[in-house]
């Protein structure tokens, strides 16, 4: 009875489970060594130049608007006492900047990746579950409630702390000026949008009424059913910049898409002239020593403006072509056998 035992677990008589299948193994002579490294090394090069040309053509305009220094044009609004404070941020265009152009606005010193403050929300009310608003998960606190023991929706840090400058971009043509369409549509995550979040159903035909018994987070200026009074389709969570600044950024330097520039006149690109930025200053960031930008950008088909990338294959290229060298000249130096190697 044990030889039997011994014989049902035995695996089968067969090529696969005996470990008989053929098999290959390279041999890695310098004659192939040396070859392979020299066409992955050029290869590499010839992939880095074309990243890097291409990375030379996007047109980037950067502009601080922080207002540190005493001479920028927003210094005046970093005072706490200078409530809906406005500024203008002249700039010029030397040559036309090709459209699209993509409208962003940057953060530095801004750590949205710390762990505690990415959890401070709460995904049931996110998704429109209302019976999680007055219910958040304790992740949302100390921004589950405000000072009247009102329930905050959306409740959490990560809410809360909603980026609410506002810009308008104006060209100056013969010293008056004419707007430029900032187009907000589409600017979020597919996915943020169509999968992760949703509104709460309408009551009696208004969102409105779905937020009854909650209160708008504490920095807001508005409820989230009246973040966009021009789009009543732009409400609630699934406005489209309320999105963007969901989806958290990774480094503490970081750029997010406020508009894109792709209608009327502006179509092709911004003319090269004079413009000014109308910028509604709202969002403090001094108290943790950080900075506040405006970036126009073009793309190509490689994304945004990259040095890196190109920079990065050139240097593995080149030390793939230099270690080819080196084998090279090792091999016909000392005569190394395909056996001996």
Do not use: H
């Not at 010029?92 to 459209?99: A, D, E, R, V, Y």
């Not at 401070?120 to 999680?132: A, F, H, I, V, W």
């Not at 589950?144 to 009102?150: L, P």
């Not at 509604?280 to 108290?287: A, Q, R, S, T």
């Amino acid at each position: 009875m044990k030889n039997e035992g011994n014989t049902d677990k035995r695996p089968d008589n067969t090529a696969f489970t005996q470990q008989r299948l053929p098999a290959w193994q390279p041999v890695l002579s310098a004659g192939i060594v040396i070859p392979g490294f020299l066409l992955i090394g050029l290869a590499f090069i010839g992939i880095g130049i074309g990243l890097f040309l291409t990375s030379q053509t996007i047109q980037v305009q950067e502009m601080d608007y922080t207002g540190v220094e005493k001479d920028s044009p927003c210094f005046r609004c970093t005072r706490l006492s200078n409530q809906n404070c406005t500024c203008d941020v002249p700039f010029s265009l030397s040559t036309l900047f090709k459209g699209p152009v993509f409208f962003y606005y940057g953060l530095s010193n801004y750590y949205q990746n710390f762990r505690r403050y990415g959890v401070s929300k709460d995904y049931n009310q996110l998704t429109g579950d209302t019976r999680y608003f007055k219910s958040p998960e304790s992740d949302c606190d100390p921004y589950s409630k405000d000072s009247k023991q009102n329930y905050i929706v959306p409740c959490g840090a990560l809410a809360n702390s909603l980026f609410n400058d506002t810009f308008e971009l104006y060209q100056i043509i013969n010293g008056t000026k004419k707007q430029v369409p900032l187009d907000g549509r589409g600017i979020s995550w597919w996915t943020d949008y169509n999968i992760k979040y949703r509104n709460p159903s309408l009551v009696n035909g208004s969102l409105a009424k779905a937020f009854d018994g909650t209160v708008k987070p504490i920095n807001w200026p508005r409820p989230a059913y009246e973040l966009d009074l021009t789009d009543p389709n732009n409400n609630g969570f699934l406005n489209q910049d309320f999105l963007v600044w969901m989806r958290r950024a990774a480094l503490p330097q970081f750029r997010k898409l406020y508009r894109r520039i792709t209608e009327g006149d502006y179509a092709a690109g911004l003319p090269a002239g004079d413009y000014s930025l109308t910028v509604n200053y709202n969002y403090p960031v001094l108290d943790f020593d950080g900075r506040k930008t405006v970036v126009l950008s073009n793309v190509s088909w490689m994304g945004g403006k990259n040095n890196f990338l190109g920079i990065a294959y050139l240097v593995v290229g080149s030390l793939c072509v230099v270690m080819s060298v080196v084998m090279l000249v090792v091999y016909a130096k000392f005569k190394f056998s395909d056996d001996e190697a």
